[in-house]
């Protein structure tokens, strides 16, 4: 069964911080993993797509690596802001072609002012 | 950048009706859709792929004459929740990819139903 596991659940932090959220996924063979932002009561809003011949992505404060071999990735944000409080969501496709994704729980985040 | 709508935002119902919550691809076309659940504070789970011009395929557990999926055209999937419960009380979000393998899955921004 594919599962995907996010650490750590919650997290609260004072502006600022910089921070790193992880997530590990069981099958190592996955194609593409794409990091998600969900605010309360909204949809998911795509923050980075890593592809399966990349080893991260930046974009703006947020920088995500994937190793593909532990099956792992990092969500790295720095200087955060409480505009950046949300849960934050990983997701592996872990077929080719247009498969769904598997999510896990997510980390939810707090950026205190 | 790729858009995917989702109408209504907010639907209260009385059991025993239907709803129908449409989901469209704004500037591309989607030959399969996604349709997943949310509980609070729960991550989403894959109700069924929708599929253009075919059956939709459910997941397990997911009631298919309950939760009835038409994806009529390449930019619409909509999804018939039947003879509602408070049960069925959740989020429904749905999501999209354009053609591509490695096209970022774009969602909707989610329906919540509330069924009293």
């Known amino acids: 069964k594919q599962e995907v596991t996010q650490i750590p659940a919650a997290l609260s932090v004072p502006e600022g911080e910089n921070l790193v959220l992880n997530c590990s996924f069981t099958?190592?063979?996955?194609?593409?993993l794409q990091w998600f932002r969900q605010d309360p009561g909204k949809g998911l809003t795509s923050l980075l797509l890593?592809?399966?011949?990349?080893r991260e992505q930046t974009s703006g404060r947020l920088n995500a690596s994937l190793d593909k071999s532990s099956g792992r990735s990092t969500l790295y944000i720095a200087a955060s802001q409480p505009g950046d409080s949300a849960t934050y969501l990983c997701?592996?496709?872990?077929?080719?072609?247009?498969?769904?994704?598997?999510f896990g729980k997510g980390t939810r985040l707090s950026v205190i002012a | 950048g790729a858009v995917v709508s989702q109408h209504p935002s907010r639907v209260i119902c009385k059991s025993g009706t239907s709803v129908k919550i449409e989901c469209r691809s704004l500037?591309?076309?989607?030959?399969?859709m996604f349709w997943y659940r949310q509980f609070p504070k729960q991550s989403l789970m894959l109700m069924a792929t929708?599929?253009?011009?075919?059956?939709?395929?459910?997941e397990q557990g997911v009631e298919k004459d309950k939760f009835l999926i038409n994806h009529a055209s390449l930019t619409l999937s909509t999804l018939t929740v039947t003879s509602a419960h408070p049960e069925d009380s959740s989020f429904y979000i749905c999501?999209?990819?354009?053609?591509?393998?490695?096209?970022?899955?774009?969602f909707g921004n989610g329906t919540r139903l509330t069924v009293t």
């Open positions: 999501s999209a990819r354009a053609t591509g393998v490695d096209s970022p899955l774009h």
């Open positions: 099958d190592s063979a996955i194609y593409n």
């Open positions: 890593i592809q399966s011949s990349q």
């Open positions: 997701a592996p496709y872990f077929n080719s072609g247009n498969t769904p994704l598997v």
């Open positions: 500037d591309f076309q989607a030959t399969t």
């Open positions: 929708s599929n253009e011009g075919s059956k939709a395929t459910y």
